[in-house]
């Protein structure tokens, strides 16, 4: 029997098969002239890392490779990425830049953790079930808890219960050391920095340190009237993965320490991992293209909205039920079979979702599938309206045609 967590994962045979082969187009709002777009090609709802890059992030990386530099993160624009991040933090930091959110997350709670130790974290959190065992491997064999009876979001009454059960007989038990929270949560919400204090309290009433998986913190700080340095270490963040390749970057992660002393080592680590790139102004300048004067959040939120409207006309769509209020760039909906079938027919990726992470009042009907649709920074308005069409208006062809398989 296919266990929940196997289910998680897409359907990816079905996925692959229904995708087209995607079509250059004319340039987007962002300049971006490889846009995959309209219906009768594809309509990525997949994942926010299926588009490329943003022009400005382009140039910087253009910019940057036009003259010799010094290696291994000495360069001009990893230095100024550092002082970008240390001014929209607000904060003195130790920042390093690896190529995978993967190695970001694992290589943070090495630093924060004990190989003896326990690492608490949503159930369905990215550490737990999509990094294989990357963080149990960089940590030395730290446990992963799940906080089981959290729903979209991890509560400080949940976290309190799970601390409570754990059993604590040393040197027979794991302790905690650490707790991971992603921002955006695995459900698309987003964490204000009140429920980050109450959280990271309880964390250290327990000695344990708080990692933020930030792979959508972008879009978190883009929703939330607030500023970064509300939502990290003014809220007892100790680590933050910032993600930017979900929202405009090519491949481009930076580990942020907000209290040197867990940076103690790190380079070392990272080394130890692989993740210490000759080049490192490929990361450095990615980095500055995205910080500087707001792109960011520029493109943040320009996924949100493109997310928003999607929300709104999917639960304006007869049988259709958005489960989650949409915070993010990510929509959870369950629609009629037939439905996701015809919008799969018509162009549109998306992948089915995990009933076991649905609302606690939600479940899924016999003929309904649980749907999860991701916008980027690249999805504009009239691709969304299109899309919401398609839900009404095209019937579906009868096969696609082999040739048009993406690989
Ligand atoms: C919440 C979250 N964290 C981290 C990552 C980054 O993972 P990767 O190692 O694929 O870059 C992802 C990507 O899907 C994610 O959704």
Redesign the pocket.
């Known amino acids: 029997m296919q266990s929940s967590l196997q289910c998680l994962r897409p359907f990816s045979e079905f996925f692959c098969r229904s995708i087209w082969r995607p079509r250059p187009q004319k340039s987007s709002a962002h300049g971006n002239p490889a846009k995959w777009s309209s219906l009768g090609s594809a309509v990525i709802f997949g994942?926010d890392?299926m588009v490329g890059a943003s022009d400005r992030i382009l140039d910087a990386l253009v910019e940057a490779n036009a003259t010799p530099a010094p290696s291994y993160g000495a360069d001009p624009w990893t230095i100024e990425a550092e002082g970008l991040l240390a001014e929209t933090f607000e904060h003195d930091l130790a920042a390093f830049f690896v190529a995978?959110?993967?190695?970001a997350?694992s290589l943070a709670l090495s630093a924060i953790t004990q190989p003896w130790s326990a690492v608490l974290c949503h159930r369905h959190a990215?550490i737990m079930v999509?990094?294989s065992s990357a963080p149990e491997f960089f940590t030395g064999g730290a446990r992963l808890i799940p906080v089981m009876d959290a729903d979209g979001k991890i509560t400080p009454e949940a976290l309190g219960r799970t601390l409570k059960r754990l059993p604590a007989d040393g040197p027979h038990n794991v302790r905690p050391s650490a707790v991971s929270l992603?921002q955006a949560s695995?459900c698309g919400l987003v964490y204000s920095p009140y429920e980050i204090a109450a959280l990271t309290d309880i964390a250290k009433s327990h000695g344990a340190a708080v990692h933020m998986?930030g792979?959508?913190f972008a879009n978190a700080v883009a929703r939330l009237n607030c500023s970064p340095a509300e939502l990290t270490w003014k809220a007892g963040v100790d680590v933050l993965c910032l993600?930017a390749?979900?929202n405009g970057a090519l491949a481009a992660?930076a580990v942020v320490f907000f209290d040197r002393k867990h940076a103690v080592d790190f380079s070392s680590r990272r080394k130890r991992a692989g993740h210490l790139v000759a080049k490192g102004r490929l990361f450095g300048a990615q980095f500055v293209g995205w910080l500087q004067d707001g792109h960011w959040l520029d493109l943040a939120r320009s996924a949100n909205r493109a997310a928003d409207q999607l929300s709104a006309g999917l639960a304006r769509h007869s049988g259709v039920r958005v489960v989650w209020p949409t915070e993010a760039n990510e929509v959870f909906a369950i629609l009629p079979r037939a439905l996701g079938e015809k919008l799969r027919a018509a162009g549109g990726v998306f992948y089915e979702w995990n009933p076991d992470s649905l609302p606690e009042n939600e479940s899924l009907g016999k003929e309904e599938v649980f749907l999860r649709f991701v916008t980027s920074f690249l999805t504009s308005p009239r691709e969304v309206s299109d899309f919401l069409e398609a839900a009404g208006a095209i019937s579906a062809p009868e096969t696609l045609p082999d040739s048009d398989v993406w690989h």
């Open positions: 994942s890392n995978t959110g993967t190695a997350n990215h999509d990094e992603s695995e998986d792979a959508r993600g390749s979900k992660e």
